[in-house]
């Protein structure tokens, strides 16, 4: 079944520091791959998207993503975390016309 | 240019009622799609319209439905409210296949 895998239910990071949020995905094909954040009682802002090509690609408010294959990952990376990036994160995939397929999030809480 | 508006933002119904959720895409985006968010269950997918035509339904009972409109807006219709119906329901448009999805605010619903 396809699915959509964030192993980190809650990362804290202090502000400055970086940070890598991770995101494995199962598929009979490569599907597209996208990075959502959602604020408190908000709705999803998409950050990123990987449709094919140039493996790492690079989003909105600093943050940059990189597929790879060997490992079905598409992590998320930022160099330097501020705290107005606390939120949470969740990577999707999809296929097509098909649904995206969500992970269970990753909630971001960063110290001053 | 306008994002995706979803009304109303908070609803609180009673079991048994049913409820009416609007979705108006961005202009020129003729695929919509509703997602259920509750703390449980993660983003679960309930269906997909296209062109005033369901293209993709998810997992969920019969007493949730859709349609869209010739504008391209989009309802989704919840029959026989639950109390486990109360949830975040987001709506998201995009413009073709094989492109990215934007995200409404969501509609809070609260079952009592």
Not at chain 1, 10 to 28: D, F, K, Q
Not at chain 2, 81 to 97: F, P
Request: net charge positive; glycine share 10%.
């Amino acid at each position: 079944a396809q699915s959509v895998t964030q192993p980190d239910i809650h990362i804290t990071v202090s502000e400055g520091a970086s940070l890598e949020l991770r995101c494995n995905y199962s598929y009979g094909a490569t599907p597209y791959l996208f990075w959502y954040v959602q604020s408190p009682g908000q709705g999803l802002q998409l950050l990123l998207k990987y449709f094919s090509g140039d493996t790492l690609v690079q989003g909105i408010k600093g943050f940059e993503a990189e597929f790879k294959r060997s490992q079905s990952s598409f992590n998320l990376r930022k160099p330097s975390v501020h705290w107005s990036d606390a939120a949470e994160y969740f990577c999707a995939g999809g296929l097509g016309t098909d649904k995206l397929i969500f992970g269970t999030g990753t909630r971001l809480q960063v110290f001053p | 240019k306008a994002g995706v508006t979803q009304t109303p933002r908070y609803l609180i119904k009673t079991r048994g009622q049913q409820v009416t959720l609007s979705c108006s895409p961005i202009s020129g985006h003729r695929s919509v799609s509703w997602y259920q968010q509750t703390p449980g269950q993660g983003l679960q997918f309930l269906f997909e319209y296209f062109s005033e035509t369901q293209r993709n339904k998810g997992n969920f009972p019969g007493r949730f439905s859709g349609r869209q409109f010739s504008n391209s807006r989009s309802e989704m219709n919840v029959s026989t409210l639950e109390l486990g119906d109360s949830a975040l329901y987001l709506c998201a448009s995009k413009q073709g296949t094989n492109t990215e999805a934007f995200f409404g605010q969501g509609t809070r619903l609260t079952v009592v």
